[in-house]
């Protein structure tokens, strides 16, 4: 999950929120995609159809917050990986990682 998002119960979410992520129901079905922004009635509509958590832009980090974080799971992976350092395909999945993780 990327630190500009977190995952809210539905009962805290309110109107004028964005969706961090696509909005799936049960089956795999999209509700909602990325980007949506949370109206009173699409509230009352997730509440009918039994959603009961959502992934919302956090734009709360400071940038420097961010790049902490960043730098934390920079760290984080490289643990992971310490066995197999330096070698392109293994630089290339850590980055790979690192983009999704901070992204998302």
């Known amino acids: ?20 992520s696509v909005l ?7 509700l909602l995609p990325k980007g ?5 009635a ?7 159809r039994g959603v009961e958590r959502i992934a919302i832009v956090d ?9 902490a974080e960043r ?4 760290k984080r992976l490289a643990s992971l990986f310490r066995k197999s350092a330096n070698q392109n395909a293994t630089n290339a999945l850590q980055n790979s ?6 992204e998302g």
């Open 1 to 20: 999950m990327s630190p500009r998002q977190t995952t809210i119960d539905l009962e805290d979410a309110t109107a004028g929120m964005v969706l961090s």
């Open 24 to 30: 799936l129901d049960a089956g795999g079905g999209t």
């Open 36 to 40: 949506a922004e949370l109206t009173d």
């Open 42 to 48: 699409l509230l009352t509509s997730l509440r009918r």
């Open 59 to 67: 734009n709360s980090l400071s940038d420097a917050e961010l790049a």
């Open 71 to 74: 730098e934390r799971v920079a």
């Open 97 to 102: 990682i690192l983009l999704y993780r901070m």
